[in-house]
């Protein structure tokens, strides 16, 4: 009886000991036998406090330990001695100024004081150096630029072209950020052709989903080459001799798999047409998805006559196509101003127009070909249709 | 040979008629484009078209100027309106020249948050960036991100 509970007593002081091992080597203290202790993860505000006696000891051996400044900085802030604060967070950075987490702490910390040019300056080096703190990084420079805080900081980032000012455009905009205070870093990477068509697109759409369409287009002349500003109309491209950037207010072709859309839309080279090129859709019989070519204009209130070049080839089933003008209303488009004649059958090449009212209420517009009877279910179309010349002409 | 000379005046006519006729037609409108630097559009009747130097501009006619770009419009009358870059202004007739001027307006607004700074720099930080520096309030540990640090701080057991 005895030996059994003194083997038991010898068992549990064995595990307690083998547990007190185990603790000490694996998480207490790492495999030089140094202490194990919070990481700077945890350097915030809401950090728990930290001894500063044992930061100061960890600095005594190492004066260079900036993790150990930091959070030594942050206990002197937090006991509200703001020169100590300084000089340690000075500190940090003087020996690790492009160090991840003395960027990013000190950027909070210049935040916290204020000092907005100095946080944006060390923001910038670090979103630079360190892509994966962007996320973390991008919505506080986009308050700043949204206060317009510190403009010569912004327009010295600007001008060195910073690598991260494309992501951070295309980023702030999807997440909502007004895109009028993204044009001014926008602009120049137009000029300097480095914008991305993404970054384009996202502000152009955005300004034109809140009914903005002056600014919107505007952005979007701002980003057309020289070359192409002689004559912009009121259909672009409307001859589709060049290519289409599908972006702001160029042409949109639909790039649906045919077999997902039923078409397929190109513009190819093409006989008895304005220019090289024409429009050419082909529907492949099948069951259609989708508008096939699309184009948002901007057109003032007043009369306009669309006129155009046709030539349909064989476009039997359904009920044919048809080019069409609708008003769109914060993003929402909405029931047709006018639409041309049906495309059906065959014919050679021929002109055809029609007149458009665009009312007061109707800040923007969208030119589409559609097939009849879309909107109301299933459309079968089969055979191709061809256009060339597209133009909108005011009426007096 | 009276037939031979007929010809050759009516062609000279000719010749006169169509020096003659472009004249006229620069002379339509009721100002033109001066000091024209970079892209400058007009409103024709198909839309927007690139403007010139010395372009001439009818009544309603609107300009606009893209980044980086200016121009002037010199009245007939000599009321003369500057624009500067990304900005509008709609050729009209029955307005004092100062009323023009101020009519030249840029086309790009600025947000919200930078007009407010305009009227009170101090409130903009309270106002606008404190969301922000709220978020930064958290700590550091908002800006760095969660997860452990490569960095970690050791102290001797001894």
Redesign the interface.
Known sequence: MNAAALRAGVLAVGLLLAWRIVQVNVVLYDENGQARLPATAATGVNAPSLDRELLHRVLDRNPGHVVALLHLAREHERAGDAQKARQAYDAAYALAPLDRDVLGAVADYYLRLGSNAEAIALLDRLVDAYPDARALAFPVLGKLLLAHAQPAAWSAIAARKAAWIGPFIELSCRQGMDPAALVPLLLPRVADRRAAADEIGCIVDHMRDADRWAEAYQVWLNTLPRERLGDVGFVYNGSFEFASGGVGFDWRLSRARERDSGHVVETPQAAGVTGQRALRVSFNGKRQAGIPVMQYVALEPGRYEMSGLARPQSITAGRGVQWTLRCVKQGQVQPALANSERFVGSSEWRRFSFEVAVPNDCPGQLLQLEPLGLADGTVYLAGTAWFDDLVLRRLR | MKTRHLAIAAGFIAAAATAIAPAQQAREGVAQLKGVKG?V?LSR??????GGEATRITEHTRV?T???SEVVVVYDNGCEVRLKE?Q?FEVEMDKPCAALIAQAQS????????A??AASASA??FW??L???G???????????????P???????S
């Not at chain 2, 960095?151 to 057991?157: M, R």
């Open positions: 892209n559009l009747q198909t839309g927007l078209a690139a606009i893209t980044a980086n990304n509008r086309v790009l607004v600025e947000p919200a948050g930078t407010l700074n903009v930080f606008v960036v969301p922000a520096v978020v930064s309030t958290l700590g550091a540990n908002v800006l760095l991100g969660p997860g452990p640090s960095q970690t701080l050791s102290l001797s057991p």
